[in-house]
């Protein structure tokens, strides 16, 4: 079965201070809502050490934000691109984006589906 409308879901999880930046950019790229989350993890960094009163310890798990878009096909690549362009640093730990497939988007209220959705 071909799918009459194409939407993409992006997962970006990106350092706590650059979600205005980002949320601004998407902005421009044509994104009209983005929900976030704050979230813990870690990647090839694996946490890192801290003091604290003079001794030192452990953080295993870094403090990040997860924004998650739902887009237009038409507009993914500009919203993957302002996020990487916003977010990134070039340091460890800037974070990661997933893009996923969406079959069917609804709003509630009004029962609108797809990108009338959006």
Do not use: C, W
Not at 5 to 23: G, N, Q, S, T, W
Not at 49 to 66: I, N, W
């Amino acid at each position: 079965m071909l799918l009459e409308h194409f939407m993409k879901k992006i997962e970006a999880i990106i350092k706590p201070f650059k979600l205005d930046d980002v949320r601004e950019a998407l902005a421009e790229a044509g994104v009209e809502g983005l929900t976030v989350t704050e979230v813990k993890g870690y990647g090839r960094q694996k946490g890192h050490s801290e003091l604290y009163r003079g001794a030192e310890y452990q953080v295993d798990f870094m403090p990040k934000v997860k924004i998650d878009v739902v887009v237009p096909d038409e507009i993914a690549e500009q919203a993957i691109e302002a996020i990487v362009n916003t977010a990134q640093t070039g340091k460890i730990g800037d974070g990661k984006i997933f893009v996923y497939e969406v079959e069917r988007a609804i709003r509630i209220r009004t029962s609108e589906e797809n990108e009338e959705a959006l």
